[in-house]
């Protein structure tokens, strides 16, 4: 197999520990441990974590190596506000760039949540939610955004997956009764290169998100 393959599938490999619970907020993942686990050399693994810490989606500490990050309610404030209004200028970005290619993408994806629907799978609604939200940073042709989104979008999601878990008992799997919904509205919204709305659909979107997480509380 590949360098980039093997990277590639260490990468999906540890996002899968994380989010069958093998490892929760506050936890280290060693490269020697991961290593043996997945059966792969140390580099491919060390390069996935690197790739993991710049997205977000883990912390590091000096000497000590990647974690889990803790998660608590004031942090989750200032990562949803910050998605809420990167990704809904994204938005309104992609609705001024679309293009037909880009729109056959997104209504897959739309299609793609519809039977997950149907056939329930927590790792599958992360990552067409994942290619929803990064893919609409990337038809917004700024790479500023896309960048930025893509680490706002991992470390929100740090908290779609533990907060309810770990603090209330419960769990959710990332807003998946109104998401699909709010998803079509948005690509709607791209669709007919309306970009105020595009913007406004996308940010009421993240919010959305996280009152269902926290302001129950």
Avoid at 26 to 51: C, N, Y
Avoid at 68 to 77: E, L, T
Avoid at 126 to 153: D, M, P, T, W
Wanted: with cysteine; glycine share 6%; charged share 25%.
């Amino acid at each position: 197999m590949a360098e980039n393959n093997l990277e590639e599938f260490a990468y999906k490999s540890i996002i899968r520990l994380i989010l069958d619970n093998h490892f929760k907020p506050g936890d280290f993942l060693l490269e020697t441990e991961l290593s043996d686990s997945l059966e792969l050399s140390r580099t491919p693994v060390r390069h996935a974590l690197g790739q993991l810490v710049a997205e977000g989606f883990l912390d590091k500490k000096k000497k000590k190596g990647c974690f889990v990050p803790r998660v608590s309610p004031a942090d989750a404030r200032h990562v949803f506000f910050a998605r809420e209004n990167i990704e809904g200028l994204a938005a309104a970005s992609a609705a001024r760039y679309v293009s037909d290619e880009d729109l056959a993408f997104l209504h897959g994806l739309i299609e793609k949540e519809k039977a997950l629907a149907l056939t329930p799978s927590r790792l599958g609604y992360v990552r067409v939610n994942e290619a929803f939200h990064l893919g609409v940073a990337r038809i917004s042709q700024n790479k500023y955004l896309a960048q930025y989104c893509r680490h706002a979008f991992w470390r929100s999601h740090t908290y779609i997956i533990f907060f309810d878990k770990y603090y209330t008992g419960k769990l959710v799997s990332g807003n998946q009764e109104t998401g699909p919904l709010q998803h079509s509205q948005i690509v709607q919204a791209i669709e007919n290169r309306n970009e105020e709305k595009a913007g406004n659909l996308m940010k009421l979107h993240i919010r959305t998100t996280f009152e269902q997480l926290f302001v129950k509380l």
